[in-house]
């Protein structure tokens, strides 16, 4: 099991940025796909982007929701157990909790949200028009 703890949320204007970090721990980080995840108010969670494992004889892949394409930009640094959700040109429908979520196995490429087995608590971003 691993512990990952959010932080960056925050209330911004639309059109501004935010960037969220999770610090993960408990296990080796690098084998293991991480992603992001928002829940709004009365809205289901959502898959917002993911970033697959990587190890040195592996590149990393990332993917992103299509409401998110083009703003948003997912990092991973294996080397401090951190993970980066970098948001530009924000939007009032971003406004929600967002979750940052680990695999629940090593080496797989799954972002569908039953195969994390590992939530934060969550960060909450507002977005004022």
């Known amino acids: 099991q691993v512990q990952l703890v959010e932080s960056g949320g925050g209330l911004v204007q639309a059109g501004g940025s935010l960037r969220l970090s999770c610090a993960a721990s408990?296990?080796?980080?690098?084998?293991?796909?991480m992603g992001w995840f928002r829940q709004a108010p009365g809205k289901e969670r959502e898959f917002v982007s993911g970033?697959?494992?990587?190890?040195?004889?592996?590149?990393?892949?990332?993917s992103y929701a299509d409401s998110v394409k083009g703003r948003f930009t997912i990092s991973r640094d294996n080397a401090k157990n951190m993970v980066y959700l970098q948001m530009n040109s924000l939007k009032p429908e971003d406004t929600a909790v967002y979750y940052c979520a680990a695999a629940r196995r090593a080496y797989e490429n799954s972002f569908a949200a039953d195969d994390f087995a590992s939530w934060g608590q969550g960060t909450q971003v507002t977005v004022s028009s």
């Open positions: 970033i697959t494992w990587s190890v040195s004889w592996s590149v990393a892949s990332t």
């Open positions: 408990g296990r080796t980080f690098s084998s293991y796909t």
